[in-house]
């Protein structure tokens, strides 16, 4: 077997590579019909001035990158990033949401609660 020199230690390049897929933040989220299953709950509120996050439902799952409320909900809680839990109270919500019509307008009102969608 041959050992190829590399001036760069293969744990390096493979921390590189695990930080860049890292560094993308695709958006697919699954809605769960339990709260125990779900990564965070959310509540759907009736201004987009009372949201945590204004959220975008892209028609492609390659539409739905970056962590800036641009959603591709998925048929399998498989093939979600997120699974979310769309709670009845405000006060029992992660996360307030707010559904716009233009994929211009989706955007973190709120940013101390970006770390649910990372």
């Not at 760069?8 to 590189?16: D, E, I, Q, R, T």
């Not at 992660?94 to 019509?101: P, Q």
């Not at 989706?106 to 609660?113: D, L, N």
Request: hydrophobic content about 35%; charged content about 30%; glycine content about 2%.
């Amino acid at each position: 077997m041959k050992i190829i020199n590399c001036p760069v230690p293969y744990w390096v390049l493979l921390c590189g590579l695990l930080f860049f897929s890292e560094s993308v933040f695709p958006q697919k989220i699954y809605s769960c019909e339990s709260k125990y299953e779900a990564d965070f709950k959310i509540f759907v509120v009736e201004s987009k001035y009372e949201a945590d996050l204004c959220v975008y439902k892209v028609e492609s799952k390659y539409e739905a990158d970056d962590n800036r409320g641009l959603w591709y909900f998925v048929e399998s809680k498989y093939e979600a990033d997120k699974k979310i839990y769309f709670t009845d109270s405000k006060y029992d919500a992660d996360l307030l949401i707010y559904f716009v019509d233009s994929k211009y307008e989706a955007e973190w009102r709120k940013r101390q609660q970006m770390h649910l969608l990372y």
